[in-house]
C-alpha cells in the first residue's frame, strides 16, 4: 500500500534552516510528480512545493519562492524540502504528497521569533 513517510520538522529560530524528508514505498515513485504541502492552524492545507517525476522542472508558492527548495533522489524513493531563512509565517505541519488521496502523518515545523 501506498506509504509517505515525512521527517526532519522540529524547532527553529527565525532565520534559521531545516530539511524535510518524505521517505514513499507502495507504488513507482519515480513516475509520480511530488509535492510539498503544509497547513497551519486554523487554515487549510496550501501547495508549497511541486516538482516532476525527473525533477526537471519545480514550482514554488510565492510565498516561499527564493527561500526553500524542493528535490528528489529517484533512487531512494524520497523527496526533500530545504528551507532557509525561516519565518514565523512557516509554523505548520508539513506533508508531502503524491498519488491523489493519500498523505502521510506530516511532520511539525515551528518557527520561533
Known amino acids: 500500500q501506498v506509504q509517505l513517510v515525512e521527517s526532519g520538522g522540529g524547532l527553529v529560530q527565525l532565520g534559521g534552516s531545516l530539511r524535510l524528508s518524505c521517505a514513499a514505498s507502495?507504488?513507482?515513485?519515480?513516475?509520480?510528480?511530488m509535492s510539498w504541502y503544509r497547513r497551519a492552524p486554523g487554515k487549510e492545507r496550501e501547495v508549497v512545493a511541486f516538482?516532476?517525476?525527473?525533477?526537471?522542472?519545480?514550482n514554488y508558492a510565492d510565498s516561499v519562492k527564493g527561500r526553500f527548495t524542493i528535490s528528489r533522489d529517484n533512487a531512494k524513493s524520497t523527496v526533500y524540502l530545504q528551507m532557509n531563512n525561516l519565518k514565523p509565517e512557516d509554523t505548520a505541519v508539513y506533508y508531502c504528497?503524491?498519488?491523489?488521496?493519500?498523505w502521510g502523518q506530516g511532520t511539525q515545523v515551528t518557527v520561533s521569533s
Open positions: 516538482i516532476t517525476s525527473t525533477g526537471g522542472r519545480t
Open positions: 507502495g507504488f513507482t515513485f519515480s513516475n509520480y510528480a
Open positions: 504528497g503524491g498519488p491523489v488521496g493519500y
